[in-house]
């Protein structure tokens, strides 16, 4: 059966600041999904948030960028936004950056990954979702899962995989229209390092199998400042990844984040901080942070979903965050110093720019 995966996400209002959505408001926003899953709109559901962020992963059968199923999240996020206000939420309808519905929620700020697929016998996936970070904070995770076999045994043991899978790399930093490039592992792998290290300008739109052409994971790539036209809070990403088989299996694609890379985001949208892992429905609290990472492992036939396995709530991933908990101490000692702030042009507010602005008047030139 084919069937499509919507994950679509948005910061709608929080708790005391940007920690966690409020009992009221989930409640609020499983309404008129349950409703569509009874009227048949959709063949399954789950809710969860990650941080301040809300997170709707929906089955169905209608394709990607189905006006239907994008209707029914912005409405869902619409009507969310109403109790975030009554009950006077930090930011409420933050990531909602405009005031219509024009047949696709693409451009209007939530951030959205679909795939649709033929399903596999078995069909095991994954959903990734982080807060206080930017697109490219999957940059090295996903590189090191498809591309390294010092990560991904796969890539030797499997023949395969060994074939490698075709990049789609978006070039986020351009506004008006879409700049992609389309690079292949393993012959193009230095070329996709060189522009994956650059988290704030390139990342990942999706990545496809070479041996089957098959869809292996998609990603959001929302810029809301893009969108906006001035930072409005950090983007937030979300991932599809489906595993095992000719994929990269579930494991190699976690090991990554026992790395706990620092990434862009942390207090006000505006510093470097590591990225820890952490179990679902998680806030975030130090300095406003660290930015955080979860992911749910599904399997899924006929659309109907099992139970989500929390793949970080394991004693193991106690450990990695410790460990980024002190990777977090450690660059917070060093305050605004690069590169503990982010650059001129990633910062979330304008105050620096002002005082540059400012200053720059008082410069002379010396003989
Ligand atoms: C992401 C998020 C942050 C905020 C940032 C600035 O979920 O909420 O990126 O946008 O912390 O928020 P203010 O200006 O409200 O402190
Ligand atoms: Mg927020
Ligand atoms: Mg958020």
């Not at 996400?9 to 920690?19: C, L, N, Q, V, Y």
């Not at 609020?28 to 899953?37: D, H, N």
């Not at 305050?335 to 400012?358: C, N, Q, R, T, W």
Request: glycine letters at 8%; a neutral charge; proline letters at 5%.
């Amino acid at each position: 059966m084919k069937i499509t995966l919507s994950v679509i996400k948005a910061d709608i209002g929080s708790i005391g600041g940007h920690i966690k959505p409020s009992e009221a408001l989930l409640e609020e926003v499983e309404r008129p999904i349950k409703t569509a899953l009874r009227n048949g709109k959709i063949i399954d559901y789950r809710i969860t948030y990650t941080g301040d962020d809300i997170a709707l992963l929906m089955t169905h059968t209608k394709g990607e960028v189905s006006e239907v199923i994008h209707q029914l999240a912005w409405n869902t996020f619409i009507r969310g936004t109403k109790v975030a206000k009554q009950q006077g939420l930090y930011g409420a309808g933050q990531d909602l950056l405009k005031d219509s519905f024009s047949g696709n929620i693409r451009g209007l700020g939530p951030a959205i990954a679909e795939m649709e697929f033929m399903e596999r016998e078995n069909e095991p996936f994954m959903v990734f979702a982080a807060d206080k970070t930017s697109p490219g904070a999957y940059n090295l995770p996903m590189y090191l899962a498809f591309c390294d076999p010092m990560n991904t045994p796969g890539l030797l043991l499997s023949t395969k995989m060994g074939k490698g899978y075709k990049f789609t790399i978006l070039d986020v930093s351009e506004t008006g229209h879409d700049r992609i490039v389309e690079l292949n592992s393993p012959e193009d792998i230095y070329e996709l390092a060189a522009l994956l290290r650059d988290n704030d300008k390139f990342c990942i739109e999706a990545v496809h199998s070479r041996v089957s052409g098959d869809v292996a994971m998609v990603q959001s790539t929302t810029r809301l400042r893009n969108i906006a036209g001035k930072y409005v809070g950090k983007d937030d990403p979300v991932a599809i990844c489906r595993v095992q088989k000719d994929f990269p299996a579930t494991g190699e694609f976690l090991a990554p984040y026992a790395i706990g890379h620092y990434v862009a985001g942390g207090m006000r949208g505006s510093h470097v901080c590591p990225l820890m892992p952490v179990k679902q429905n998680t806030g975030v609290s130090y300095f406003d942070g660290p930015p955080v990472v979860s992911c749910a492992a599904y399997s899924v036939h006929g659309g109907k979903l099992t139970e989500a396995a929390d793949v970080f709530d394991q004693p193991f991933w106690d450990e990695i965050r410790s460990q980024v908990s002190r990777k977090a101490v450690e660059i917070r000692r060093q305050g605004f110093s690069d590169p503990a702030m982010l650059p001129y042009d990633e910062l979330e507010y304008g105050g620096i720019k002002e005082v540059i602005e400012k200053i720059d008047k008082k410069f002379k030139k010396r003989k």
